[in-house]
């Protein structure tokens, strides 16, 4: 399947590229296994450096990179702006921060000097997804090539220019050629990549099942893997919460990236106590984001990423109200050209609808009400998936109990779930394992090399 990169907002291919043929690959493969023995002995200092000009490039090209993103998948230009001043400050942070980070970790034991020094695996293949096509791919290799790493890029077939983009922007940031090689080649081929031996692990952020084919391929050569995948995020709304607060950061929560998000607010659990309340204001919230052209400052939401997905999604909440599901607000598409869908809130969503067992990856909220927290947070996890979740709730008992017994990599208060450098990003159960993001991130494609001196 060759890259195809189709603008949302009108349905028209602006761009497309054909799969790399076997010796293109292969001479990918030998640039980046190149790069990689020169750039393991480059200082500290001067990987820090590159990445601050790296940093410095995507401020300085913001919008016009920003465009590229609106442009191929369809976020609101904000959005896309705010992409790519949060992968300039993340290559900041590990420029600052990375040398702390990577220095030899000394442990007292009965030698005179003994510790853990981290040192780099070699180049790593990174399987990213279209949904942040700047960010994923950031959020790896800033504290992967600041520690001695290469990047082996493949990108989703949808966009194959933001692929293009970072490759060049690595280059012209003054990092040696092969540090961040693009490979376009279709999902099929991805276990064989993986499986030569130029390539030393794997990074993941995708759907479930593509994360089983990818820690089935690393596991039969015995790889280190990564893996973020999917989630079905609770968002619960304790008997304490401040509606006044709650509401705006649950649309949000909700329509971040249109809907496309695997840390996205996608089941909203509320306690009967302000459970009337919370579906009046948050339907009437959804009711009111503008739907339209990405670029247009006003628009709160622009189109699906593609007419599949479209697809997908209104298939979901077609078979929930088939079933006596009510949509509060929104529920169809929107007709016209792009790949529009209306923001839309579901209540009465049981097990026997799609809705109730499928992460929903567009507009579209769930509402739960129920009687205790306690049942809120039973619920909450009740679920394959482990990625984020979040509590709303003013009473520091409440606090601590989501914090407690809520099961997932991360758990936010008082915040819509997020990621920042300083820590670490990841899930547990079918959302994958591992962790990106902070010291933790960064170690797990190093070698935490034991040394022991009599």
Known sequence: MPYVSINPATGEVTAEYADFTPAEIDDKLNLATKAFHGWRQTSIEERSLLLTSAANHLESELPTIAEVLTKEMGKTFASAKGEVGKCALTLRYYAEHGPALLADQIIASPASKSGVRYEPLGPVLAVMPWNFPLWQLIRFAAPGLMAGNVVVLKHASNVPESALLLESLFRRSGFPEGCLVNLFVPGSQVAEVIRDERIAAVTLTGSEAAGQSVATAAGSVLKKCVLELGGSDPFIIAASADLEKTVPMAITGRVQNNGQS?????????????ADEFIERFSQGMRDLVVGDPFEPASNVGPLVSAAQRDEVAGQVDDALAKGAIATAGGARIDGPGFYYQPTVLTGVTREMRAGNEEIFGPVAVVYRVDSLEEAIALGNDTPWGLGASIWAEDPAEQ????RDLEAGMVFVNAIVGSTPELPF?????????????GIGMHEFCNAKTFFVA
Request: glycine residues 16%; contains cysteine; hydrophobic residues 40%.
């Open 400 to 403: 601590e109990q989501g914090i």
């Open 262 to 274: 695997c840390i996205a607010a996608k089941r909203f659990i509320v306690v009967d106590a302000v």
């Open 426 to 438: 990841g899930g547990i159960k079918r959302s994958g394992y591992g962790r990106e993001l902070s």
